[in-house]
């Protein structure tokens, strides 16, 4: 009996998912190959099979795999403003939306380079700051030593011009 159109898509699906790196759950595996997750949780317990953990390179991929998707719409998008179409407002705030998502998941899952980043940034424009700090000190100064010129020769030329 052929199998029903939902069940080979969602087979495919997992099929898709465990391919381009997606973390292989029993649940996965089960529905990529057919079986029952039970059949296959006691398989794996009898055979001790090592089920590899979700970790945090996971999630840093299947960000990066988030992503790529979205750039593939921004893409998509591009060329059919260039073409000369119209572009859905919802479509460009759905992407927005789903950017803005992004990179929350990749600060909340990633804090220690998150605050490094913002850390970076934080001394960048301190640098600005005191770059232009520095830059107003010198400007004042040689206003200061033109000042002083300016009076040492006023004086100067008092001194002469009375004597």
């Known amino acids: ?39 296959l949780r006691r398989l794996a317990r009898d055979e001790g099979w090592k089920l590899a953990q979700a970790g945090p390179l996971d999630v840093s991929a299947r960000i990066r795999k988030a992503a ?8 998509e998008l591009g060329k059919a403003a260039e073409g000369g179409g119209s572009i859905d407002k919802g479509a460009i705030d759905g992407l927005i939306a789903m950017i803005r998502g992004l990179e929350k998941i990749g600060e909340i ?30 400007e004042l100064a040689r206003e200061f030593a033109a000042r002083l010129v300016e009076e040492q020769s006023g004086t100067a030329g008092g001194v002469e011009g009375g004597a």
């Open 68 to 75: 790529g998707m979205v750039l593939c719409k921004v893409e």
């Open 1 to 39: 009996m052929p199998e029903p159109k939902a069940g080979l898509q969602a087979r495919l699906h997992a099929l898709r998912v465990l391919a381009e790196g997606g973390h292989a759950t029993i649940e996965r595996l089960a529905l990529a190959s057919g079986r029952s997750a039970t059949v």
């Open 109 to 138: 899952m990633r804090p220690e380079e998150a605050a490094r980043e913002n850390h970076i940034r934080d001394n960048e424009d301190l640098a600005e700051t005191l770059r232009r700090i520095e830059e107003r000190i010198v």
